[in-house]
């Protein structure tokens, strides 16, 4: 089932306080809502994700996103809840077959919980998380005590709440509007919504303290630290010159390869893939394919951090060793670093880049080519 995360984010938070909407305020180093996109960009069975911001947020957003390549589809949002979702719903793309519609202020939705809403589709039209209520209820009127409230069968509301995309475009759509939340709009419209395990992590930030708790459930979480290694080889044929870390060296010889030949990022790469166990470049870009004939290997390495970057994890550090006789790589190192960090949003004391020789020994000593080898550390957060 194509699945659609649709964030809805155009609210403005004003009870968390704070000098900027609560989705925009930093959780650990990283905005909430960038939290928010990051655990459904990651998720394998979400293929799209949508987000609805206010129309004055643009900027906000960018600064949130700064160094996550996600690909996602922004929408203005409404002056409503119900206005916001409906744009966010008109927003996805053809082909999807369901929509998770989630708040953008519950950062800390696990994947298990996504899991069970979206197995819960497969036989409703709507599912949706819910925890129960465990704490003595009481009516309140006039500061005091009025009565007891049975508390059987109620029920705390989350989200991500889970839909086939036609049955809740059409619901919305015959909606009267003021609606608390879309399984309310679901209902309206007669549509079965199935209840799933919900997750007490799983709040929503709407308070100042809420931020203090977010930090210490993301501070109990395991951290996934994920280490990959690269390899690659390629022989000199005749040339002018060698690309290595998207720089050219003056050489009295080139490399030969099916692209550019840069031995350098190709090993980065491969390191990065290895570490999401992704396999290697050859896997995401046949080198039988015409297209890849002569390509740029920036195009694999953006790939790689890309597609870290979707799965939630960013670039720890990376360390490269060129092994080689001859071009000197030390006058060229500091250049190679930069244009390397560039391309994966690392700063520069996090991109190493050395060289060393094989003291004349196999294949590099007899100066038949350059191999390379990477090492790539990625932490998800």
Avoid at 69 to 88: H, N
Avoid at 208 to 228: W, Y
Wanted: charged residues 25%; proline residues 5%; aromatic residues 4%.
């Amino acid at each position: 089932m194509q699945t659609t995360a649709l964030i809805v984010a155009a609210g403005r938070g004003t009870r968390a306080g704070g000098d900027k909407p609560k989705q925009y305020q930093p959780l650990a180093g990283r905005a909430v809502l960038a939290r928010t996109v990051m655990a459904f960009a990651a998720h394998p069975r979400v293929s799209q994700v949508v987000v609805v911001l206010h129309p004055e947020d643009d900027a906000l957003f960018r600064e949130a996103m700064a160094g996550l390549e996600i690909p996602l589809t922004t929408v203005k949002g409404g002056k409503t809840r119900d206005a916001s979702v409906q744009a966010g719903l008109a927003a996805v793309s053809e082909g999807q077959q369901a929509v998770l519609i989630h708040d953008g202020a519950r950062p800390l939705v696990g994947a298990a919980l996504i899991d069970r809403v979206l197995d819960a589709l497969s036989e409703h039209p709507g599912a949706a998380p819910a925890l129960p209520v465990t704490d003595a209820l009481w009516k309140g009127e006039n500061g005091k005590v009025a009565a007891p409230h049975p508390r059987a069968g109620l029920l705390r509301a989350q989200t991500p709440q889970g839909f086939h995309l036609r049955a809740i475009r059409r619901a919305h759509a015959e909606h009267t509007g003021g609606a608390a939340d879309d399984v309310e709009v679901a209902l309206a419209a007669g549509l079965d919504v199935a209840i799933v395990e919900g997750d007490e992590d799983n709040l929503k930030i709407t308070h100042p303290g809420d931020f203090a708790r977010a930090t210490r459930i993301l501070q109990e979480r395991k951290m996934d630290i994920r280490i990959g290694n690269g390899f690659d080889v390629h022989a000199f044929c005749e040339g002018d010159g060698v690309i290595l870390c998207g720089v050219t060296v003056p050489h009295d010889k080139a490399l030969k390869g099916h692209s550019d030949a840069d031995v350098g990022m190709h090993a980065v790469t491969d390191a990065i893939y290895g570490a999401l166990a992704e396999g290697d470049i050859g896997q995401h870009f046949p080198p039988s394919d015409p297209e890849w004939k002569g390509a740029a290997s920036d195009i694999f390495l953006k790939h790689a951090v890309e597609l870290a970057g979707r799965r939630g994890y960013r670039i720890a550090n990376a360390d490269l060793t060129l092994i080689c006789e001859h071009p000197r790589i030390g006058p060229h190192a500091s250049r190679m670093r930069a244009e390397m960090s560039r391309l994966m949003g690392v700063a520069q004391d996090r991109m190493s880049v050395k060289a060393t020789t094989s003291e004349r020994l196999g294949f590099t000593g007899r100066e038949e080519g350059i191999a390379a080898l990477a090492t790539v550390t990625l932490v998800q957060e």
